[in-house]
Each structure stands twice: as structure tokens, then as C-alpha cells.
């Protein structure tokens, strides 16, 4: 059974940092890319970053780049989401997703004073 197990939100005040974490069980995060997404309340679901399955290769939205940096951590099968410089417009339910059809349940970033 595939499950992707996001963790790592929270409340937090502009201009500080939160690390996402993205547990899969059942798949292999070297075998996909593995992507994260966020939703905001009113809007459609947006690409944030991606790494590809050999972990070399990264990508970014423009919205995030030099602040988010995506990462594959000691545990084989997590994929972290490093944020920092927070600003509200951040504030979004984040999700991760696995190749194109596995996604978690998402975790809440509030980004607010």
C-alpha cells in the first residue's frame, strides 16, 4: 500500500522557517520524482518544487526560489521542504505528491503575525 506522510506544519511568523517532511511507504522516492504542492484558501492547487528520482537534479517556482530548497534526507524515503524567509502568502496547505498519481493528505502552513 503507497502513503505519503507529510508533516511539519504550523503556525509561524513572517520572515521565519519550517522544514516540511514527506514519509512514503510502499514506494521507493528513487524510482519518481517526488514534488511538492500547496493550495490556498480560494485558489487552485500550485507547484512549489520538485526533486527528480536520482535526487541531483532540483526545480523551483519563481514564487520560491532561493527561499525553499527540497531535499532528500538520511531516512531513504522522506523528502524534506526547507522554507525559509516565510512571508503570508505562503499560507497554504502543503502536499506532496510522488510520481503523477500519489498524493498525501497535506499539512497546514499559516504564516502570520
Known amino acids: 500500500q503507497i502513503q505519503l506522510v507529510e508533516s511539519g506544519g504550523g503556525l509561524v511568523q513572517p520572515g521565519g522557517s519550517l522544514r516540511l517532511s514527506c514519509t512514503v511507504t510502499?514506494?521507493?522516492?528513487?524510482?519518481?520524482?517526488t514534488s511538492w504542492y500547496r493550495q490556498a484558501p480560494g485558489k487552485e492547487r500550485e507547484f512549489v518544487a520538485v526533486?527528480?528520482?536520482?535526487?541531483?537534479?532540483?526545480m523551483y517556482a519563481d514564487s520560491v526560489k532561493g527561499r525553499f530548497t527540497i531535499f532528500r534526507g538520511n531516512a531513504k524515503n522522506t523528502v524534506y521542504l526547507q522554507m525559509n524567509s516565510l512571508t503570508p502568502e505562503d499560507t497554504a496547505v502543503y502536499y506532496c505528491?510522488?510520481?503523477?498519481?500519489?498524493w498525501g493528505q497535506g499539512t497546514q502552513v499559516t504564516v502570520s503575525s
Open positions: 505528491r510522488i510520481g503523477t498519481r500519489f
Open positions: 526533486i527528480e528520482n536520482t535526487g541531483r537534479s532540483t
Open positions: 510502499g514506494f521507493t522516492v528513487s524510482t519518481y520524482a
